[in-house]
């Protein structure tokens, strides 16, 4: 059984997280539901990043690239690849299925947060040799995601 693209698996944890961001927001305010939303999402992506680097083989870099296949898997992604060599991997994202889809729930500031804002705790997981740097991503306006992951900070 082939694993579930992880746009689906957004779609159906935005299914519960969304209205209960929401309710948060409307009684704690915006500050501290995004607060506690950006820590759960911090720990979840941690604690996949811990799983990736016990279960994948090869250096953090190679262990960081087997989770693009999930990334973008029904098209989810157009990925540009800038690089990808045993010390980088660069690649910009020039269409995203993930802020399309919040996008049309009107909510792309909770879609960063659930999608985009795992990225650096899931690298820090994996090997505290690698690093992530992206300036822009499309959720939060760019025409563009551009990321830059190397080996050897």
Excluded at 33 to 38: F, K, S, W
Excluded at 45 to 54: P, T, Y
Excluded at 56 to 79: C, H, I, N, W, Y
Aim: charged fraction near 30%; proline fraction near 5%.
């Amino acid at each position: 059984m082939e694993p579930l693209p992880y746009l689906e698996r957004v779609k159906i944890q935005s299914e519960i997280l969304l209205p209960l961001y929401r309710r948060l927001r409307d009684e704690l305010g915006a500050e501290r539901a995004a607060e506690l939303l950006r820590a759960s999402v911090r720990e979840y992506a941690s604690a996949l990043g811990k799983a990736v680097r016990e279960s994948e083989q090869g250096t953090s870099l190679d262990k960081l690239r087997s989770l693009m296949p999930a990334f973008a898997a029904s098209g989810a992604l157009e990925v540009e690849p800038l690089a990808d060599n045993p010390r980088e991997f660069l690649l910009n994202v020039r269409r995203c299925g993930y802020a399309e889809y919040f996008r049309s729930l009107g909510e792309s500031e909770f879609g960063a947060m659930l999608t985009c804002e795992i990225d650096p705790p899931i690298t820090e997981a994996i090997g505290d040799d690698l690093s992530l740097k992206r300036t822009q991503t499309i959720m939060s306006g760019g025409d563009h995601c551009d990321f830059r992951w190397r080996l050897g900070n």
